[in-house]
């Protein structure tokens, strides 16, 4: 293979990026990381990170990801701002094309693009995102002790996040557009049975309202028509998520909802491509598993390029 060929290209620049590009940088493959529109991700819009261990007093969510690139950067990975647009996958070695024009072929490719929450689309939203506006009870519910919030949706990831934020608030009102939840029976069971569970059924967020923060909700009835506004200190959406996978379509495997298929080793359907993070975790969703994967698919990279190139340049018997 010619010099021009990357060992390693990363294409995320979240927790599974950054630590991707830490362990395949102290492995010496001067990996290359694409850092898309805006480093960091979902994490980047978090305004206070206090479940990843090792920040007893917490850390804001870009302070996090300065600091993981920063770390990364000084083993020698090369974080290149600019978002890949194409990826072709049918000969090897593999070849990346970016927005700026440049292409860039590579022994492996880690993918950890992430998901991106489905937003409900309504005013308010994104100017109060981080200031009582959320999409993970898990990162933020602590911050609501006493208060009361609203969790948008009736599946299971928005039942179990309004169950966890019961450790911490007055009061959980869950907005749903249907007159029943769609999660499963075992959790239906344990929210119709808790008492700080309120519905409204058959309605919908039309605005979210607050200056600095969160302070009331605009809402309309899907049957009726009525509209109203309720106070509330913070509003948690769990609406879907959406997998940055359009890259990939038609290339990798792929669940019925975009996401990408990967074994435990995280392989992917193509040999020497790897996915980490969100893209391949409908699941869990945290900054903590999303490092652990990032450090198992850089080992599987570093394993995968190693036995190319020994079958490439064998040494004396």
């Keep these: 293979m010619s010099e021009d060929v990357e060992k390693v290209i990363i294409i995320g620049s979240g927790p599974a990026g950054l630590t991707a590009g830490l362990y395949t940088a102290r492995s010496e493959m001067r990996p290359l990381l694409f850092t898309g529109s805006e480093i960091g991700g979902q994490v980047s819009l978090t305004m206070e990170v206090e479940n990843y261990p090792?920040?007893?007093?917490?850390?804001?969510?870009?302070?996090?990801?300065?600091l993981m690139q920063k770390q990364a950067e000084r083993f020698g990975c090369r974080v290149v701002v600019d978002t890949v647009t194409e990826v072709l996958l049918d000969e090897h070695p593999f070849t990346i094309k970016t927005q700026s024009g440049k292409v860039h072929r590579a022994k492996s490719l880690i993918l950890a693009t992430g998901a991106r929450p489905r937003r409900l689309g309504v005013p308010g939203?994104?100017?109060?995102?981080?200031?009582?506006?959320?999409?993970?009870?898990?990162?933020d519910g602590f911050f609501f002790r006493g208060k009361e919030v609203a969790v948008v949706g009736g599946g299971d990831a928005a039942i179990e996040e309004a169950l966890?934020?019961?450790?911490?608030?007055?009061?959980?009102?869950?907005?749903?557009?249907?007159?029943?939840?769609?999660?499963?029976?075992?959790?239906?069971?344990?929210?119709?049975?808790?008492?700080?569970?309120?519905?409204?059924?058959?309605?919908?967020?039309?605005?979210?309202?607050?200056?600095?923060k969160v302070t009331s909700l605009s809402l309309q009835n899907v049957q009726t028509g009525e509209e109203s506004e309720m106070p509330i200190d913070g509003v948690f959406v769990y609406v879907g998520h959406i997998p940055n996978s359009q890259l990939f379509a038609g290339k990798l495997a792929m669940d019925e909802q975009g996401y990408?298929?990967?074994?435990?080793?995280?392989?992917?359907?193509?040999?020497?491509?790897?996915?980490?993070?969100?893209?391949?975790?409908?699941?869990?969703?945290?900054?903590?598993?999303?490092?652990?994967?990032g450090c198992a698919a850089a080992l599987e990279a570093e394993k995968f390029v190693a036995e190319l190139e020994e079958?490439?340049?064998p040494g004396e018997p």
């Design 54 to 66: 090792g920040f007893p007093d917490g850390i804001t969510g870009p302070e996090l990801i300065q």
């Design 260 to 293: 990408l298929i990967t074994d435990r080793f995280m392989q992917t359907s193509v040999r020497g491509v790897f996915a980490a993070g969100e893209i391949q975790d409908s699941r869990f969703q945290q900054i903590a598993t999303s490092v652990g994967q």
């Design 311 to 313: 079958r490439a340049y």
């Design 164 to 212: 966890f934020l019961t450790r911490y608030v007055n009061k959980v009102k869950v907005i749903h557009r249907r007159d029943q939840l769609r999660a499963h029976a075992a959790l239906q069971q344990r929210a119709l049975r808790n008492e700080k569970f309120e519905f409204i059924w058959n309605t919908v967020v039309t605005a979210i309202h607050g200056e600095q």
């Design 125 to 139: 939203e994104k100017e109060l995102t981080g200031r009582g506006v959320s999409y993970c009870a898990t990162c």
